[in-house]
């Protein structure tokens, strides 16, 4: 068990271009969780897998904001025209169901976002 | 909607002193609770959590916190603070099972 992977864990872009990024979710595990942390605050639920099912979206998830978990693994989230405002960490969290006393969610290290 | 709130932004403490850091949330039902802490440019790791029985709660690297249903609050605690625990910590809620809600943390310098 590696935990949750992130990838890349920097990404410098410019303003409108397109980027994606990766997460790779603890084997067997069913629910993904992407997370956005902007500077100074805690994170903010983005939007959420139960396996290849995309369940809850938030209203931070314009429609510049894709995610996708083909085959109920891996997760990409692409953010297209990338505007400075989407410069911010974006985590990446899986856990094996809802979290309860007996699980929790797992955090990746994060993919750190600049757009210049 | 549910919030969370850390009124401290910013706590100092000496090594070897006690720390207590705040949380009070807004919510409805009986809350899941929960303490991360973050290194810079790192993720999230769980200290603790809350979901129902005993209001004091243990979690790693020898916090504890406590459940205040009267006060809607949840403060992290630890004895004795050591320099690594210099961190940001953070107080969250679980809401409906689907996802976490975070206070806007607060940072923990620690001088020796």
């Known amino acids: 068990d590696t935990g949750v992977s992130q990838d890349p864990r920097h990404k410098i872009t410019k303003r409108g271009q397109n980027v994606t990024f990766r997460c790779d979710p603890i084997?067997?595990?069913?629910?993904l969780y992407w997370y956005r942390q902007t500077l100074g605050q805690g994170p903010e639920f983005l939007t959420y897998f139960q396996n290849e099912a995309q369940l809850e979206k938030s209203r931070l998830l314009s429609d510049r904001f894709s995610a996708e978990r083909p085959k109920g693994s891996f997760s990409t989230l692409e953010i297209q025209r990338t505007e400075q405002g989407d410069s911010a960490m974006y985590l990446c969290a899986s856990s094996p169901t809802r979290p309860d006393q007996n699980t929790e969610a797992f955090f990746g290290q994060g993919t750190r976002l600049t757009v210049v | 909607a549910q919030s969370v709130t850390q009124p401290d932004i910013h706590i100092t403490v000496s090594e070897g002193a006690s720390l207590e850091l705040r949380c009070n949330y807004s919510y409805g039902a009986t809350p899941y609770l929960f303490w991360y802490v973050q290194s810079p440019g790192q993720g999230l790791q769980l200290l603790l959590k809350?979901?129902?029985?005993?209001?004091l709660v243990q979690g790693i690297k020898g916090f504890e916190a406590e459940f205040k249903r009267s006060q809607s609050s949840f403060n992290l605690r630890k004895p004795s603070v050591h320099w690594s625990d210099a961190a940001e910590y953070f107080c969250a809620v679980d809401e409906y099972g689907n996802k976490l809600v975070f206070g806007a943390g607060t940072i923990l310098r620690v001088k020796s």
């Open positions: 809350y979901f129902s029985g005993d209001t």
């Open positions: 084997s067997e595990h069913n629910r």
